[in-house]
């Protein structure tokens, strides 16, 4: 049974950094697509980035350059560094593990799933 647990969030100020990581149990990591969303208050999950298992990874626009996914298969680890964070990014992040349907951009192409942490930027 494939476990995904993530941790790191917090409270930071504008302009700050945040790393948060997410850890995966059972299952085939290293040949899973990781991927991170966000939800903000009374709006729906929304797609941040994600790394396939060769690494490549993809972003969506308002994050591109200052978030970075990454992953260390011999930990079965996943991680989000944000930088330069701003009010907007204010939002509960989850972890998404193994997608089944391209383009793996898509809540629900994703098979398993953190129980997400709260991260809340201050301006």
């Known amino acids: 049974q494939v476990q995904v647990v993530e941790s790191g969030g917090g409270l930071v100020q504008a302009g700050g950094s945040l790393s948060l990581s997410c850890a995966v149990s059972?299952?085939?990591?290293?040949?899973?697509?990781m991927a991170w969303f966000r939800q903000a208050s009374g709006n729906e999950r929304e797609f941040v980035g994600r790394i396939t298992s060769t690494a490549t990874t993809y972003y969506i626009d308002s994050v591109k350059g200052r978030f970075t996914i990454s992953r260390d298969d011999a930990k079965r680890m996943a991680y989000l560094q944000m930088e330069t964070l701003q009010a907007e990014d204010t939002a509960v992040y989850y972890c998404?593990?193994?997608?089944?349907?391209?383009?793996?951009?898509?809540?629900?192409?994703?098979?398993?799933w953190g129980q997400g942490t709260q991260v809340t930027v201050s301006s």
């Open positions: 059972g299952g085939a990591f290293g040949s899973y697509t």
């Open positions: 998404a593990a193994l997608c089944q349907r391209m383009p793996c951009q898509q809540a629900n192409d994703y098979e398993h």
